[in-house]
């Protein structure tokens, strides 16, 4: 089963809901199309969060499925679930030895070159900042590589630039901090870049493709999200058209 959802963004979620945003199933594990604003897991805090619907995704099993690996709140796409323990056991040595590809698109501000390879150790800002994380010299080894997709132009006039982001390493606000760092920060962060905390444009980070090598002597497992509404405008700001978006859906059918 392959797919791609185009629900938009909402405030919370129900059973009908993540089973809609449901991308790829097989015996071993899912994918959805997580949606921005909504927490993977429950935090200190409380709020709704993706764990709390995930009874839903059961499909018969007795156990309901568990995360595999996280996105940030803000971040939308591809999110991995294992079916059971095993097959999370199996997912978590996949991504510990860097044996799934995943490719993020982004819309940043500012002129980088074409392509490139971020190389930028990473360590915590601070201890009362929990998970903000800064360039550190003596920080975890982080490697991204990145390739412009297009260019144009945002609101006051101000260059804009649509980048496909491969991580290398999965440190945690990798792509954020590495994109700041070079000078062109993701639009919409509020964190690594010039966005208010509210009314701004959201964080335009995308988890676009994610490749799987599941199973011996088979194909890896390829499966994309399509970018939410939220990113649609300035995505189209660069280059990115409705009528891609439709050919998508057309061969996914």
């Not at 059961?58 to 690996?69: E, K």
């Not at 996949?94 to 971020?118: M, N």
């Not at 792509?175 to 335009?204: E, K, T």
Request: charged share 25%.
């Amino acid at each position: 089963m392959r797919g791609a959802s185009i629900v938009d963004t909402l405030p919370g979620m129900t059973s009908e809901e993540i089973l809609a945003r449901l991308l790829y199933r097989d015996a071993l594990m899912l994918v959805i199309d997580k949606p921005a604003g909504i927490a993977v897991h429950q935090g200190p805090k409380g709020g709704d969060n993706l764990e709390a619907h995930f009874d839903a995704l059961r499909f018969g099993l007795p156990r309901t499925p568990a995360l595999a690996h996280r996105l940030d709140r803000d971040t939308s796409g591809c999110l991995v679930l294992g079916r059971h323990r095993k097959a999370l056991e199996t997912l978590g040595k996949l991504f510990k030895r860097g044996e799934i590809s995943k490719t993020y698109w982004a819309v940043v501000e500012g002129e980088p070159p074409d392509e490139g390879l971020i190389d930028l150790p990473l360590g915590k800002l601070d201890s009362k900042r929990g998970w903000w994380m800064k360039v550190d010299p003596l920080g975890s080894p982080s490697q991204t590589r990145w390739k412009v997709m297009g260019r144009g132009i945002g609101r006051e006039e101000r260059p804009l630039a649509w980048l496909a982001l491969e991580p290398l390493t999965g440190r945690t606000h990798q792509l954020r901090v590495h994109a700041s760092s070079m000078g062109w920060p993701i639009l919409g962060d509020p964190i690594y870049g010039s966005a208010v905390f509210a009314g701004g444009p959201g964080l335009q980070l995308h988890a676009r493709e994610i490749v799987i090598p599941l199973y011996k002597n088979k194909e890896p497992i390829k499966v994309e999200a399509q970018p939410p509404e939220a990113m649609r405008e300035w995505l189209a700001r660069c280059g990115w058209s409705e009528a891609s978006l439709s050919a998508a859906q057309m061969a996914d059918g």
